[in-house]
């Protein structure tokens, strides 16, 4: 008897703990891309968005996102032996980021990519992403955008 008793004021809380609160979330993930003449870019992120609505108390809000960017380079591999000084940034609506290599082997990959996560503020779908990339004096401008 004490075990029901148990298992039905358990069960009692557990349907009082969800009629107070009610949890919405959103996905959004997108991908961006574009390209310049000499180079081209993708944006790929992953972001999610809870509204977590408590009667009677202050709703919570929460994010988190995960996002990685990689330069692709469209010319032929061995120029990029050339390169001696080579830097890129972007910078969306929610923000952005900047690389500059210093050993600049690391341009012979023909790709970069840079990864971030945590929380706050993400890019939506209709966001642009202005990417820059500078290069032995040369600069290579462009913008992202959600492929459709």
């Known amino acids: 008897m004490i075990k029901k008793l148990s298992a039905l004021i358990l069960s009692g809380m557990m349907i009082v703990l969800l009629a107070a609160c009610n949890t919405t979330t959103y996905k959004h993930n997108y991908t961006f ?14 972001a999610t968005e809870k509204f977590i609505d408590k009667k009677g108390v202050r709703s919570d809000y929460e ?35 900047s690389k500059t290599l210093e050993d ?28 820059v990339v500078e290069w032995d004096g040369q600069k290579d401008e462009f913008e992202l955008k959600v492929r459709k």
Not at 67 to 74: A, F, G, P, V
Request: overall charge negative; hydrophobic content about 30%.
């Open 33 to 46: 891309s574009g390209e310049g003449d000499v180079w081209s870019a993708e944006y790929v992120q992953k």
């Open 63 to 97: 994010t988190w996102f995960d996002s990685t960017i990689e330069l692709k380079y469209k010319g032929e591999l061995t120029d990029l032996d050339k390169i001696s000084s080579f830097k890129y940034s972007f910078k969306g609506t929610s923000g952005g980021g």
């Open 104 to 131: 600049v082997k690391g341009v012979r990959k023909s790709e970069l990519k840079s990864e971030r996560a945590g929380s706050g503020a993400f890019e939506h779908e209709d966001s642009i992403i202005k990417v």
